[in-house]
């Protein structure tokens, strides 16, 4: 596979580095400190083109490819694995599922603003007690007439507390299993739509999540998203693009690492030398480095055959799962032994390493734990066997 980048991706890649280094990195670490939402970066990446950067420019998007998606992904996560992740939900969750599954009514309604970056989404699949059995859900919704009654919870909903737009997934018929998920969009105001306080979390404290009570919900028939009983294939096709997107987070965040982790080495001097002379940080720092070009590699095949996807009939469930279980383990791989090349220094609030430490932890859990994507790939491999 040629990873040969296009004019376009490159200009793409380089508009979200200095965006990165101009305005995201000078406030990443006071962002992570205050766990403080940042509204004026989601309004550049919305005029930037970056909040619904892969959806077709006439339906509001940056009317780019995946590749591009996935390279201004990690160009981001690099600088804030926060505000990275707020970009991620809402491309991959959001605009993704409306995008493909939707009506022309619902491009019209709710993906041009969302792709435009005027609003922004939130995607509400887990629940207290249901993550990554997805589709044993107790959220329900009853059709009365042309509507529909939603009731229940969802909980860890990234972007939740700020998000105009909500696709929620809901059982519709439990006697189907799978078969009986529905999905719907759902907006802010809407009477019995409650997203509550911010939760807190060990890492990535810029980017809200909250849990949303639905209470007597009711919404149209015209805000179903897909066939009645389609909801949970809706899901997983979602979640399929969103593991690019967590997989590209989880390598900006182990790049940003590993830079500074070679950058203190040449510096830092210990028994007489600068910490790089010895075998034992160069060893380090070859490992990390190969863990970057594999999970690099895995990220941009998955980009690839998204894109493919668009106009071919091909799935990239288990290429995306690879991305996203490699991308994600590597980066705790990663800045451990960055934050090891630090010692004392690492384990500081005084420095960026601790939070990326802190960061990476979480893209081995949200989108699919390493144990679900282990399944996926083990399945697909499996598959006639
Ligand atoms: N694409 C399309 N359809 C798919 C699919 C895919 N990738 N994967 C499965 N399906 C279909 C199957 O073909 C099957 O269809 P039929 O009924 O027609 O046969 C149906 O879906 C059910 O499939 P399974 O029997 O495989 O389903 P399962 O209940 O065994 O679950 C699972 C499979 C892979 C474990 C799935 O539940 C899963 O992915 N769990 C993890 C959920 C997850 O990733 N949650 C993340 C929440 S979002 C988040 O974290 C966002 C955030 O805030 C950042």
């Known amino acids: ?53 892969a959806i077709p420019d006439e339906l509001g998007g940056g009317g780019a490819d995946y590749v591009s998606y996935a390279l201004a992904m990690i160009e981001i996560s690099k600088a804030c694995a926060s505000t990275g992740v707020i970009m991620s939900v809402n491309n991959s969750l959001v605009c993704d599922p409306i995008y493909k599954f939707g009506s022309a009514e619902q491009h019209e309604k709710f993906l041009k603003p969302l792709a435009s970056g005027e609003k922004l989404g939130c995607f509400g699949l887990t629940e207290p007690s249901s993550g990554s ?29 700020h998000a105009d737009t909500c696709v929620v997934f809901c059982c519709t018929d439990r006697s189907q299993g799978a078969r009986g998920t529905t999905a719907f969009i759902i907006e802010k105001g809407t009477p019995g739509y409650e997203p509550q306080p911010a939760d807190h979390k060990l890492g990535i404290h810029a980017a809200h999540s909250c ?73 380090k720092i070859a490992d990390m480095a190969i863990d970057l070009a594999a999970a690099r590699a895995l990220i941009l095949k998955a980009a690839v055959l998204k894109e493919k996807a668009r106009t071919e009939k091909v799935r990239h469930t288990s290429e995306s799962a690879m991305a996203k279980l490699y991308a994600s383990e590597m980066a705790t791989r990663v800045t451990h032994q960055a934050l090891q090349v630090f010692g004392g220094y690492g384990y500081s609030k005084e420095y960026d390493m601790e939070r990326h430490y802190r960061d990476a932890r979480i893209t081995e859990i949200y989108e699919g734990t390493s144990e679900i994507m282990r399944i996926v790939i083990g399945a697909n491999a499996l598959k006639g066997a």
Do not use: H
């Open 1 to 53: 596979m040629d990873f040969g980048l296009s004019e376009e991706q490159e200009m793409i890649q380089k508009a979200a580095r200095d965006f990165a280094a101009k305005a995201v990195a000078p406030r990443a670490r006071e962002l992570d400190e205050k766990s403080e939402w940042p509204t004026d970066l989601v309004q550049q990446m919305a005029d930037l083109g970056f909040l619904g950067i």
């Open 133 to 161: 059995d997805a589709s044993d859900m107790q959220t329900v919704a009853v059709q009365e007439g042309d509507e529909w009654v939603i009731n229940g919870a969802k909980n860890w909903i990234t972007n939740g507390p």
């Open 211 to 283: 849990t949303l009570f639905f209470e007597g919900c009711r919404i149209p028939d015209a805000n179903r998203l897909g066939e009645v009983g389609g909801g949970f294939k809706i899901a997983m096709n979602t979640l399929d693009g969103g593991r690019i997107g967590i997989a590209a987070q989880a390598l900006g965040i182990a790049e940003a690492a590993y830079e500074k982790a070679v950058q203190y080495s040449k510096e830092r001097k210990a028994f007489g030398q600068p910490l790089a002379k010895k075998q034992a940080i160069q060893f």
